[in-house]
């Protein structure tokens, strides 16, 4: 793999390993805070965060040893606003700035597979960002976000709510082997 093609999947994976855990944590704290939905969409968004992270994962495999893969990302343990405010954030960056970068430098470079990772990533943080900004206007208003069913592809995280397609629209994995967050 091309060397800044690499530089951008460790820090993919970087980001995207710190997300899986801090949405786990905060999972928690909604849950604590009387929020059942929004922990239940903090840890769907982060079973998805962890898909993506192993993918990136495998990416560079073969890269065997010690590797420089700092993220800058959001940190910190707040209120569950807060917390949804801090997640809304790291997925636009992804969205706006992050990934379709990282894409056309992995097409520049011909590095398919990180290519096709970023782009899978991609199309499910813009449903992650939704979901957020859907979570924080409930909070706003002092209540629970109203969700249906959360269902995130195992193959390429891709996350959807309420009836799940046959297929994947992302990467074609089966309804069948969908993870259900209800």
């Given amino acids: ?7 951008n999947v460790l820090s993919a994976y970087s980001g995207e390993s710190q997300a899986h855990m801090r949405y786990a944590i905060w999972s928690d704290k909604a849950a604590k805070d009387g929020f059942a939905n929004v922990a ?21 495999a073969d890269s ?8 800058g990302a959001g940190f910190g343990y707040g209120e569950t606003l807060q917390n949804l405010e801090v997640a809304v954030g790291g997925e636009e960056f992804e969205i706006a700035e992050m990934y379709p970068v990282y894409k056309a430098v992995a097409d520049l470079q011909a590095e398919k597979f990180a290519s096709v990772g970023f782009f899978r ?38 996350t959807m709510e309420g009836d799940a397609p046959d297929r994947c629209p992302v990467c074609g994995e089966p309804k069948a082997n969908f993870v259900t967050y209800a």
């Fill in 1 to 7: 793999m091309r060397d800044m093609t690499k530089a």
């Fill in 40 to 60: 239940r969409l903090f840890r769907a968004v982060s079973h998805s965060e962890k898909i993506h992270a192993k993918r990136h994962f495998m990416a560079v």
């Fill in 64 to 71: 065997f040893g010690a590797a420089d893969n700092l993220a």
């Fill in 121 to 158: 990533a991609l199309e499910a943080e813009k449903v992650h960002a939704a979901m957020f900004h859907r979570a924080i206007e409930a909070a706003k208003a002092g209540k629970d976000v109203e969700l249906g069913p959360i269902h995130v592809c195992p193959d390429c995280g891709f």
